[in-house]
DNA sequence: GCTCATTATTCTAGTGCTAGAATATGCCGG
DNA sequence: CCGGCATATTCTAGCACTAGAATAATGAGC
């Protein structure tokens, strides 16, 4: 039976497998490894997936004595195969995804002169703001597991690509005529 | 009233705004330009976001005299103000995605050695795969438009990014015991 | 005129996710 | 012990998309 996960079941299958959590904490441990940007998974959803993943049989809850308002989820040896299994198949393989700025310059041609060149210099600033971000929360947490330094030099170097870009096209911009 | 436009029905306004089109000429535009694999617009959805976009007004359906089985759309002036919007707001500002390399990253110490390095490989294969395809899809259509050209420089920027960072990863794993 | 592939559209029954409201528990200070 | 804030979960309604089947018109060749 070739299970088929999604990103966020993943995510969150993931998660667990850490260690036992609960819905709360899920939604913490998001927040504070600055996953929330990019991993768009609501507040909402992780009850919804802890769910599926539970009905799948991939995760079991249990209510820690004396907590009645607490139900903690832990992984099970099938939701262990089955994590490994799909984290090799998630790095395995690239998947192009939709890029805003693709989508953008696709229309590229309804845009006058100055507001091409606004909305790029708009996107540079976002972007410097981005790899700031990333800079600020790498520096919070001190002694981080190599492949999580990793991560981020991953997502800079992609910003960092993208930035070199934006400033070859805006120069070429701006010595075009149009 | 901001309304606010999905990734799909953005790209659709944006290819019906450069001429009428129907619905079958959208899917192979989509398909010849090579942008089935980072737009993930399904067959089936050109028409139900086609009935939405032209629900909200944006676009408006005409059948050719002489044409019984064809619907065009053309982009009505509504259309046009939001699609220019939309467009500036796309390319204005940096959205963070789900990347699967991200993804299985934060799985990482899931993996056993061997099993974290051919996944590396693997995906090193698959990057080069997909730089050599959009080559060729390059190569194919000589006379593009400098915007186009400029589209392809992006995503190679990107994916050559991420190749290297694999190829520095890979090298780090193997010199380390683990 | 008939056949068949291609072109072209519609419909049904889903999947996966999400916003936001409603609800309930835990705990701390007064 | 009570009010109020933080913690924690559930539920409803709905959005956006999608697979895939059904249907129909068009055109090219026999």
Redesign the interface.
């Known amino acids: 039976m070739p299970v088929n996960l999604t ?1 966020a079941e ?2 969150l299958l ?2 667990v ?2 260690m036992p959590r609960h819905g709360y904490e899920l939604e913490q441990v998001i927040e504070t490894r600055g ?1 929330r ?4 998974v609501g507040f909402s959803s992780i009850y919804f997936v802890l769910g599926k993943l539970e009905k799948a049989g991939l995760v079991a809850a249990g209510r820690p004595r004396g907590a009645k308002a607490r139900k903690t989820f832990r992984i099970t040896p099938t939701g ?1 195969e089955v ?2 299994e799909q ?2 198949a ?22 006058s002169r100055d ?2 060149l ?3 210099e ?2 540079l600033s ?2 410097a ?2 790899i700031e971000r990333l800079e600020r929360v790498r520096r919070q947490r001190q002694p981080m ?1 190599d ?1 999580v330094e ?2 981020f ?3 800079t ?6 930035r ?2 934006i400033n ?2 805006l120069d ?1 911009m701006r010595a075009k005529p149009w």
Request: charged share 15%.
């Open positions: 990103d993943l995510l993931g998660l497998s850490e996953m940007e990019w991993t768009q262990r994590l490994c984290t090799i998630a790095l395995g393989s690239y998947r192009p995804t939709f890029s805003s700025l693709l989508l953008g310059m696709v229309h590229w041609h309804v845009l507001a091409a606004n909305a790029l708009a996107r976002s972007v703001a981005e597991p492949h990793s991560l030099d991953f997502s170097g992609q910003l960092n690509a993208e070199s870009w070859t096209t070429y």
